[in-house]
Nanobody, 115 residues
Framework: QLQLVESGGGLVQPGGSLTLSCAAS????????IGWFRQAPGKEREGVAC????????DYADSVKGRFTISRDNAKNTVYLQMNSLRLEDTGVYYC????????WGQGTQVTVSS
């Protein structure tokens, strides 16, 4: 059964850093695009970063370019989101996503940026 499990969220001060993990099971994620999305309270879910399948190219939302880095460890079947210079507006629940014949979402991990 295909599953995505996020971890690594928490409370951090503005300017701080966090690394989120998305562990995959039931499929080999290096062959599929994996995206990170986030949803802030009262707002729609938005795309943050994506790493493509074979080739591993990456894309970022303008709001996180230069601050966030998405990467992949094929041996661990895990995708990471390194988040630096965090801002108050980065607060939200972060989800990883993939499509393997249908959409799959993880359960989400809360990131709170607060002083």
């Amino acid at each position: 059964q295909l599953q995505l499990v996020e971890s690594g969220g928490g409370l951090v001060q503005p300017g701080g850093s966090l690394t989120l993990s998305c562990a995959a099971s039931g499929f080999t994620l290096e062959y599929y695009a994996i995206g990170w999305f986030r949803q802030a309270p009262g707002k729609e879910r938005e795309g943050v970063a994506c790493i493509h399948g074979t080739g591993g190219g990456t894309d970022y939302a303008d709001s996180v370019k230069g601050r966030f880095t998405i990467s992949r460890d094929n041996a661990k079947n895990t995708v990471y989101l390194q988040m630096n210079s965090l801002r108050l507006e980065d607060t939200g629940v972060y989800y990883c996503y993939t499509k393997v014949f249908r959409d799959y979402w993880g359960q989400g991990t809360q990131v709170t940026v607060s002083s």
